[in-house]
């Protein structure tokens, strides 16, 4: 079962079952409620959302225990049986995390939320290593690597490297650095820097009042790039949603006829 | 007699005692009662006062008995006795009886000590009083001799004690004469005090002088004399006048202590601290806990008018801010005319190429750079080795990345590249199965065979690292499996081969966010060994996905990202290339239209705001 | 008892960092375990939320609180959906309706609305925040829209294929330099996040 998109992907439209258009018209009706939400907030959107929330929460709950929990917990405890339950290494993978599951779901209730910290501990200090040892590995020092070589005149030579792209690698690592003053200094006032000159009314200001502005532009710059790509994404599903609309009406209109 | 008590142990001992009986400690004597507040040594005065009135009798009698001048004596005697009962309220142990030499030549010497001291006074109205610790010392050891030891109490080093054998020539002199009578003697008047009110001593006789029976007055005027100049009730001596910068000099008494000091016996030994086994040990919690109030008096407060109005300013403030902000009436329902006028122009935007079929726009001519590296990634992907695909992204964006990916996963299959499906979001399996069927369906890829679904990661980072170390650990359970497959989807044909991460031909994440780009790129670089990595991305999350695209310009070796695929011209163009129209193309004109539309609002806010704020400069 | 919880995410923490760096075999092991460890935590914290969920409005229904009907309704659809999806899989066609029906159209159109929101806020950028910053914002996202969309007519002429080029270059030079630095001052901030956590300064899992 697929999107009723019709003909408009470029391949041959497979015939409509009966199951196909109520889906059909049911998503159609769903989305017009949604997009009633551009006339202002009415009761029709909020039910919708209700709808969407209880459905994904649903869906995400089934996968969780179906897909996850069960194979994990439940499945090996079968397979080992009781006599197997206390080899070493059905106690490590299936008894001990049976503990914690158990410990976890206690935070349920406030009245016993106590008894899960150790499994909280636990997921947050694997968590936390994760993240950390990512962040260094994965993208710290590459991309200062990156930073560093990427004025090296011997890259730069062996690729045929022109003033364009020698000026584009210096605005780069600029844009680099002062997005990361910025972040660093950002805290501080603006106004604490002396300006380094005053010029015919003008003050200049100081070389870290400098950084600061530009990692503030270069970042404008960024997001701009990101706002106009999030634009575009969502007046693609925009599109997506109207196409979806002509087709289910064209294929009930087909249907009825 | 002095009665010393011991520094270590407390213990009292005998004025004359060098070292202490208890402790064997040398003594240095306190003078017991200094100030006359020693109440605890009420007995000890008492029995003290006892003796030292039956010697004071006997003096009495012998000085009348003797000559004349004994009458002075008895004025001055009283003040000197006062002192001396002040001081020495503990001394038990002196002779009794009969009045040795050594008193009279004391007594003697003391009378013209006075003298002298009054004369001087006399002659200098203003001055420093005499020290009365300096009297009181010179006066014990015009008693006691060299003999006595040092006292705490001991003030500015005294008068050498004149314990002279006999009259000087001098005081011969000034010996009062019999004829002279008491009242003819110069009032000098106290600097320090009022002199008490006496009862002049009777005549010689065998009843006790009148002074004698006052010794209490004494006590109290001597201390009345201690505390600072007061005129004694009923006293016809002229109050003492002390200048200013002599009263600024007083101490001024701001704590008396409320702890009243018992007597040795009964007093707790201490038994914690350092003064364990002391008597006597200040208690620290009835004094330092005790709430005392200052005995000095509360101070006026002098307010200006600018500061009581600064005070009632703040005061106002305060109360405003707590006064509760009654709620602004509800302004009538404002009509969003200019949310439905865009939301208008959009749809409008939108739905023209769809309904009607116009306007047209042109087929993007010119292709990403990046995607002739991705397309010879694709031609070059092994066709006996599965290639993962990540679907991470949510249903809310299967509009747009369904139409980007479209042209990757066409020439994939076209190529026959047998496809893995695995996902980070709950209903990332569901999107796959949604996506790929039709093209499985199309392209002839059997399910368990060609095409097999790996199913939900569960934790996020966490769960991509442990896929990443250990594959075969981290999925249990497939998604959509079909009949007759094993139980355990790492059986199936299609991944019998895969152990690690780098076993697959390539490893593709299709998703929406850089939150999850950074983490499959963070996460898994360092495990591909040789397996391209590929992201498919919408259009927003492609700045912040470059650099790691970029890294491997700039550090030959160290991959992170490979190929990249970004928003729909980047996927129209793959289709173009790829010779088969999707979904890209399919939304190329009702795109084109939109973005005609975002395009003229974005230009008409900031051409808005720009006028406004000309024009509201040349306002002022 | 909140110092033993520390040193539980300090020792667990340490051991799966140590295994980013370290290949030694025992490390690797117990690295593997912590991390299934918390993979199947993972899914039962999503259920322990789920059923937080489920109480809170369970809660507004049974009090008859404002929004009640609502609160019916989430709790209906995730009875449902929940059900059947236990029952019969989650890959089962029952299942999949719901999802194709429900949940993706409705996401997919909040998803349409939001272009709108974007456009408004968009336009109202320059007049609410009249600075250099918002016109710098405005007039890149206005070139790269310039760039990145098709223009009307058979084909592209010289303009818009220097309009391309420009796109290009702010895309791929200018942002990608703050790009860069946001990505590391990201990193930064997670490494120092983590570390902090992992030294036991904070205890987001409480004592």
Same mark, same amino acid.
């Given at each position: 079962?697929?999107?009723?998109?019709?003909?408009?992907?470029?391949?041959?439209?497979?015939?409509?079952?009966?199951?196909?258009?109520i889906s059909g018209a049911l998503a159609s009706i769903l989305t017009l409620m949604v997009l009633s939400y551009l006339v202002g907030d009415n009761p029709l959107f909020r039910v919708a959302m209700h709808l969407l929330v209880g459905a994904a929460a649903g869906y995400a709950g089934a996968i969780a225990l179906g897909n996850v929990l069960r194979p994990g917990l439940v499945d090996p405890i079968v397979t080992a049986? @009781?006599?197997?339950?206390?080899?070493?290494?059905?106690?490590?993978?299936?008894?001990?995390?049976?503990?914690?599951?158990?410990?976890?779901?206690?935070k349920v209730s406030p009245a016993t939320s106590r008894f899960g910290t150790p499994a909280m501990a636990l997921l947050v200090g694997v968590g936390a290593a994760v993240v950390v040892g990512g962040a260094i590995s994965g993208t710290l020092l590459p991309q200062s690597l990156a930073s560093m070589r990427s004025l090296n005149p011997a890259g730069l030579a062996s690729d045929g490297e022109t003033l364009e792209r020698s000026l584009e690698l210096v605005i780069v690592l600029v844009g680099t650095l002062s997005t990361l003053f910025y972040f660093r200094f950002s805290s501080r006032e603006s106004g604490q820097e002396i300006p380094l000159?005053?010029?015919?009314?003008?003050?200049?200001?100081?070389?870290?009042?400098?950084?600061?502005?530009?990692?503030?532009?270069?970042?404008?710059?960024?997001?701009?790039?990101?706002?106009?790509?999030a634009v575009a994404a969502s007046l693609i599903v925009l599109a997506e949603r109207v196409q979806f609309l002509r087709d289910t009406l064209s294929n009930l209109i087909g249907a009825s006829g | 007699m002095i009665a010393i008590r011991c520094l270590n142990c407390g213990t009292l001992n005998p004025g004359l005692a060098r070292d202490c009986r208890r402790c064997g400690e040398p003594l240095k004597p306190m003078l017991i009662g200094g100030l006359a507040d020693d109440e605890a040594e009420a007995d000890d005065e008492a029995e003290a006062d006892d003796d030292w009135l039956e010697r004071m009798r006997q003096e009495a009698e012998y000085l009348s008995a003797a000559d004349e001048p004994a009458e002075d004596l008895a004025e001055d005697q009283p003040e000197a006795e006062g002192d001396l009962s002040a001081e020495l309220?503990?001394?038990?142990?002196?002779?009794?009886?009969?009045?040795?030499?050594?008193?009279?030549?004391? *007594?003697? %010497?003391?009378?013209?000590?006075?003298?002298?001291?009054?004369?001087?006074?006399? =002659?200098?109205?203003?001055? #420093? /009083? /005499?020290?009365?610790?300096? !009297?009181?010392?010179?006066?014990? *050891?015009?008693?006691?001799?060299?003999?006595? /030891?040092?006292?705490?109490?001991?003030?500015?080093?005294?008068?050498? +004690?004149?314990?002279?054998?006999? @009259?000087?020539?001098? &005081?011969?002199?000034?010996? #009062?004469?019999?004829?002279?009578?008491?009242?003819?003697? #110069?009032?000098?008047?106290?600097? $320090?005090g009022q002199a008490p009110e006496l009862a002049r001593p009777a005549p010689a006789d065998e009843d006790l002088p009148e002074w004698l029976g006052e010794i209490d007055t004494l006590k109290e005027s001597l201390e009345e004399q201690m505390r600072g100049p007061a005129a004694a009730p009923g006293s016809d001596l002229a109050p003492a006048t002390l200048p200013s910068w002599l009263e600024a000099?007083?101490?001024?008494?701001?704590? *008396?202590?409320?702890?009243? $000091?018992?007597?040795?016996?009964?007093?707790?030994?201490? =038994?914690?601290?350092?003064?364990?086994?002391?008597?006597?040990?200040?208690?620290?919690?009835?004094?330092?806990?005790?709430?005392?109030?200052?005995?000095?008096?509360?101070?006026?407060?002098?307010v200006t008018e600018r500061q009581y109005a600064q005070a009632e300013l703040i005061h106002k403030m305060v109360e405003e801010e707590q006064r509760e902000v009654a709620p602004s009436p509800r302004?009538?329902?404002?009509?969003?005319?200019?949310?439905?006028?865009? +939301?208008?122009? %959009?749809?409008?935007?939108?739905?023209?190429?769809?309904?009607?079929?116009?306007?047209?726009?042109?087929?993007?001519?010119?292709?990403?750079?990046?995607?002739?590296?991705?397309?010879? $990634?694709?031609?070059?992907m092994p066709v006996d080795r599965p290639a993962l695909l990540v679907f991470d992204f949510e249903p809310g964006n299967s509009g747009e990345l369904d139409a980007v990916a479209g042209a990757f996963f066409d020439q994939l299959m076209g190529r026959g590249v047998p496809l893995a499906t695995l996902t980070t979001r709950p209903a990332g399996s569901a999107l796959a199965k949604r996506v790929l069927e039709d093209r499985a369906t199309r392209f002839g890829y059997v399910p368990g065979q060609t095409l097999i679904h790996l199913g939900y990661l569960s934790g996020g980072p966490t769960a991509v690292q442990l896929f990443a170390i250990n594959p075969r650990a981290s999925i249990l359970e497939g998604f959509d499996l079909p009949e007759g497959m094993p139980e355990d989807v790492w059986n199936a044909p299609l991944l019998q081969a895969v152990q690690n991460l780098s076993d697959f031909g390539s490893v593709a994440v299709i998703t929406s966010g850089t939150e999850s780009a950074r983490i499959w790129a963070e996460q898994v670089g360092s495990r591909l060994g040789q397996t391209p990595l590929v992201m498919v991305l919408s259009a927003g999350a492609e700045p912040l996905v470059r650099p790691y695209f970029d890294v491997q310009e700039q550090v030959p070796g160290d991959r992170r990202v490979d190929g990249i695929l970004s928003g729909l011209p980047a996927a129209a163009s793959y289709e173009l290339r790829n010779n088969q129209p999707g979904l890209a193309l399919a939304r190329w004109n009702p795109f084109g239209s939109a973005m005609l539309v975002a395009e003229l609002v974005l230009l008409a806010g900031a051409g808005y705001g720009i006028a406004n704020w000309w024009l509201g400069r040349r306002e002022g | 008892m909140s110092a033993i919880w520390a040193a539980l995410a300090l020792g667990v923490g340490l051991f799966v960092l140590l295994g980013y760096f370290i290949e030694l075999g025992f490390i690797q092991n117990l690295r593997l375990t912590f991390l299934r460890w918390a993979v199947l935590l993972a899914a039962?914290?999503?259920?322990?939320?789920?059923?937080?969920? &489920?109480?809170?409005?369970?809660?507004?229904?049974?009090?008859?609180?404002?929004?009640?009907?609502?609160?019916?309704?989430?709790?209906?659809?995730?009875?449902?959906?929940?059900? !059947?999806?236990?029952?019969?899989?989650?890959?089962?066609?029952?299942?999949?309706? $719901?999802?194709?029906?429900?949940?993706?159209?409705?996401?997919?159109?909040?998803?349409?609305?939001?272009?709108?929101?974007? @456009?408004?806020?968009?336009?109202?950028?320059?007049?609410?925040?009249?600075?250099?910053? =918002?016109?710098?914002?405005?007039?890149?996202?206005?070139?790269?829209? !310039?760039?990145?969309? /098709?223009?009307?007519?058979?084909?592209?002429?010289?303009?818009?294929?220097?309009?391309?080029?420009?796109?290009?270059?702010?895309?791929?030079?200018?942002?990608?330099?703050?790009?860069?630095?946001?990505?590391?001052?990201?990193? !930064?901030?997670?490494?120092?996040?983590?570390?902090?956590? &992992? &030294?036991?300064?904070? *205890?987001?899992?409480?004592?």
């Open positions: 079962m697929g999107s009723p998109i019709g003909g408009s992907a470029g391949g041959k439209a497979k015939p409509l079952s009966i199951a196909d258009l049986g @009781l006599d197997g339950l206390l080899s070493p290494s059905v106690l490590a993978t299936v008894i001990a995390p049976w503990i914690l599951v158990i410990t976890l779901m206690l000159a005053n010029l015919a009314g003008l003050s200049i200001p100081g070389p870290f009042s400098l950084l600061r502005s530009l990692g503030s532009a270069f970042i404008a710059i960024t997001f701009g790039v990101m706002y106009a790509g | 309220g503990g001394a038990d142990e002196l002779a009794e009886a009969e009045v040795p030499d050594w008193l009279d030549r004391i *007594r003697e %010497t003391q009378t013209g000590e006075l003298r002298a001291k009054a004369a001087a006074a006399a =002659s200098e109205p203003a001055g #420093p /009083p /005499p020290d009365q610790s300096a !009297l009181e010392e010179s006066a014990i *050891r015009a008693r006691l001799g060299p003999a006595l /030891p040092t006292g705490e109490a001991a003030g500015p080093p005294a008068a050498p +004690a004149a314990a002279a054998e006999e @009259l000087p020539d001098w &005081l011969q002199d000034v010996s #009062p004469k019999p004829e002279a009578k008491p009242e003819e003697l #110069p009032r000098v008047p106290a600097l $320090i000099m007083r101490p001024v008494e701001t704590f *008396r202590s409320v702890v009243q $000091i018992e007597t040795e016996e009964d007093q707790s030994v201490e =038994s914690v601290g350092p003064l364990a086994g002391l008597r006597g040990v200040l208690l620290a919690e009835p004094v330092v806990a005790m709430p005392r109030t200052s005995t000095v008096g509360s101070m006026q407060l002098d302004k009538g329902t404002r009509l969003a005319f200019f949310r439905w006028g865009i +939301a208008a122009l %959009t749809l409008l935007g939108v739905s023209l190429p769809i309904f009607s079929g116009a306007p047209v726009f042109a087929l993007p001519r010119l292709a990403p750079q990046e995607l002739g590296a991705l397309f010879e $990634i694709v031609e070059r | 039962a914290a999503l259920v322990v939320g789920l059923v937080n969920l &489920l109480a809170v409005h369970w809660r507004k229904v049974s009090l008859t609180e404002e929004g009640w009907v609502y609160s019916g309704v989430l709790i209906l659809a995730f009875t449902v959906t929940l059900v !059947l999806a236990l029952v019969f899989g989650p890959d089962s066609p029952a299942a999949l309706f $719901i999802f194709n029906t429900f949940q993706l159209p409705l996401e997919s159109s909040l998803m349409a609305v939001l272009a709108v929101s974007l @456009l408004v806020a968009g336009f109202r950028m320059v007049y609410r925040r009249r600075d250099l910053l =918002s016109l710098l914002f405005v007039g890149t996202a206005l070139m790269v829209l !310039l760039g990145t969309g /098709p223009t009307p007519g058979g084909v592209e002429g010289p303009v818009v294929i220097a309009l391309r080029d420009f796109r290009a270059w702010l895309s791929q030079v200018w942002a990608a330099g703050g790009a860069r630095g946001i990505l590391l001052g990201v990193a !930064l901030g997670a490494t120092a996040t983590g570390l902090r956590v &992992l &030294l036991t300064a904070d *205890r987001p899992y409480g004592n």
